[in-house]
């Protein structure tokens, strides 16, 4: 794990610690990346309750609850398949918060469509989702480290805008 997970997971456990929310994971591509970042952190016992590594389709569909006709149009690898993993990882797990990634890493599985580093990312909670798309590849360790950095990142960003104290 690389310095800049570790520098995001502890601004997550200061950001989660005393709060009461939980947060959760759903991955695909990044295999559990996500969950060792933030689990790095000693206390994430306190918010995080776990994640769900959904490599396959079909554990997509029966413990996140991704609709087969997503995936069947769309393909594992697109926003609507990371938006609802986000949602049914927060159903699964009873968690306040979820962060998903599914993509292609690398180095083979791409197409013309969806090449090789397409990274979609979602975060947020069960009615409120937003995405990124990472598009580029640098190697398969790399593609998966930058996945895991930016899908931290984005997500505490995400948590602060929406629980800042209301300026008087």
């Not at 959760?24 to 990044?30: L, N, P």
Request: charged share 25%.
């Amino acid at each position: 794990m690389d310095l800049e997970s570790k520098v995001l997971s502890k601004e997550i456990q200061q950001n989660f610690y005393d709060t009461g929310q939980t947060l959760g994971t759903a991955e695909s591509c990044t295999g559990g990346r996500i969950a060792e970042a933030i689990i790095a952190v000693p206390g994430a016992s306190n918010y995080f309750k776990g994640g769900i590594i959904s490599y396959a389709d079909e554990v997509k569909e029966a413990l996140l609850h991704v609709n087969h006709q997503t995936l069947e149009e769309k393909t594992a690898v697109s926003e609507e398949v990371a938006i609802e993993m986000v949602k049914g990882v927060c159903d699964t797990l009873k968690v306040d918060y979820a962060i998903s990634a599914t993509g292609i890493a690398g180095p083979g599985g791409g197409t013309p469509e969806i090449p090789v580093g397409t990274i979609w990312l979602a975060f947020g909670t069960k009615d409120d989702v937003e995405t990124f798309k990472l598009e580029e590849d640098f190697g398969r360790d790399i593609n998966l480290a930058i996945a895991t950095n930016k899908a931290l990142r984005l997500f505490l960003e995400y948590y602060k805008k929406r629980n800042q104290p209301a300026e008087e």
